[in-house]
């Protein structure tokens, strides 16, 4: 089985709309809001990769806990998407957190 190293965009959105439900609301939003901020070119390098990797890890297949265990599936995805804004955070804009919560909206309300 091969591994992602790279985040492909079309896997990203099919992994999020998939999982939206059992991930929740709010860890959507965190992870739609590393992903609009990748998107912009204010984001510094060092932010970048961190975003890469979480966002990776929640779309790879392999797992420390494989998303499809009933109940705790998700859990490392969930602490790597709440670690990664932890640490991007100053570089996370206003506009990036509307984004995030607009497309959250339409999968949600």
Known sequence: MKVETE??????????VRYAAKLGR????????????????????WAKSVIIGAL?????PIDAI?????????TDDVAVITAAVAAVAMHIKPEHKQEATKTAASWFD
């Open 66 to 74: 494989p998303d499809v265990i009933p109940g705790i599936g998700l």
């Open 7 to 16: 985040l492909n965009e079309e896997t990203f959105w099919d992994t999020i």
């Open 56 to 60: 990776v890890y929640l779309v790879s």
């Open 26 to 45: 709010e860890i959507v939003e965190l992870a739609l809001q590393l992903f609009y901020a990748l998107q912009d070119p204010d984001t510094p390098a």
